[in-house]
């Protein structure tokens, strides 16, 4: 099965700033069948992105998604208050599913 | 608006059985392969079990095959989630989620809908 890395396991930042979440997988997604999901304490996860970088209904044009291969990389151009949470990212290019550990994006 | 209603969570010793459900509302739900992903406390998603839109196809993690079985009832929108010979590292936060198509190759998929999710506690 496909192992997914994210880094970093924890990201400090102010709203209004840039931030930038990697994940690496163990071999290639095929076809970038790689999303990103959002959780929020006490919340099911929301999908962000899919295909690796064509936005979900409904998400603001702020997170953008990127990659291929191995190497898959999250942008939320300006963090808002409300995008503190817990990003999960997904391959679903083979099976099993599998999903990343998580980076939480807290707030410094 | 699509909607997913579990139910079913609570607790269960070791070794025991609990089925969970998800009722499904806003979208034809015939349509759309779905899946059961699991949340052990304070950790990460796992996929547990994915099945096709018509039922006639269903994928199982290894860690819950032979023990769980996954099924759908497309005339009452819900799908099921039987669990057998429940250990303690079944403990978490089950989710059913949508998929966008009606069969997920393999049973992978992106997930575009999910619910709230039902706890299952095994513990004697």
């Known amino acids: 099965e496909i192992v997914l890395t994210q880094s970093p396991g924890t990201l400090s930042l102010s709203p209004g700033e840039r931030a930038t979440l990697s994940c690496r997988a163990s071999?290639?997604?095929?076809?970038?069948?790689l999303a990103w999901y959002q959780q929020k304490p006490g919340q099911a996860p929301r999908l962000l992105i899919y295909?690796?970088?064509s936005r979900a209904t409904g998400i603001p044009d702020r997170f953008s998604g990127s990659g291929s291969g191995t190497d898959f990389t999250l942008t939320i151009s300006r963090l808002e208050p409300e995008d503190f949470a817990v990003y999960y990212c997904?391959?679903?290019?083979?099976?099993?599913?599998?999903f990343g550990p998580g980076t939480k994006v807290d707030i410094k | 608006e699509v909607q997913l209603l579990e139910s079913g969570g609570g607790l269960v010793q070791p070794g025991g059985s609990l089925r969970l459900s998800c009722a499904a509302s806003?979208?034809?739900?015939?349509?759309?392969?779905m899946s059961w992903v699991r949340q052990a406390p304070g950790k990460g998603l796992e996929w547990v079990s994915a099945?096709?839109?018509?039922?006639?196809?269903?994928y199982y993690a290894d860690s819950v095959k032979g023990r769980f079985t996954i099924s759908r009832d497309n005339s009452k929108n819900t799908l099921y989630l039987q669990m057998n010979s429940l250990r303690a590292e079944d403990t978490a936060v089950y989710y059913c989620?949508?998929?966008?198509?009606?069969?997920?190759?393999?049973?992978?998929?992106?997930?575009?809908?999910w619910g709230q999710g039902t706890l299952v506690t095994v513990s004697s």
């Open positions: 989620a949508k998929s966008e198509v009606r069969v997920c190759s393999g049973g992978s998929c992106y997930l575009d809908y």
């Open positions: 997904q391959q679903y290019g083979s099976s099993p599913v599998t």
């Open positions: 295909g690796a970088s």
């Open positions: 071999q290639s997604v095929s076809s970038s069948y």
């Open positions: 806003g979208f034809t739900f015939s349509s759309y392969a």
């Open positions: 099945i096709s839109g018509s039922g006639g196809s269903t």
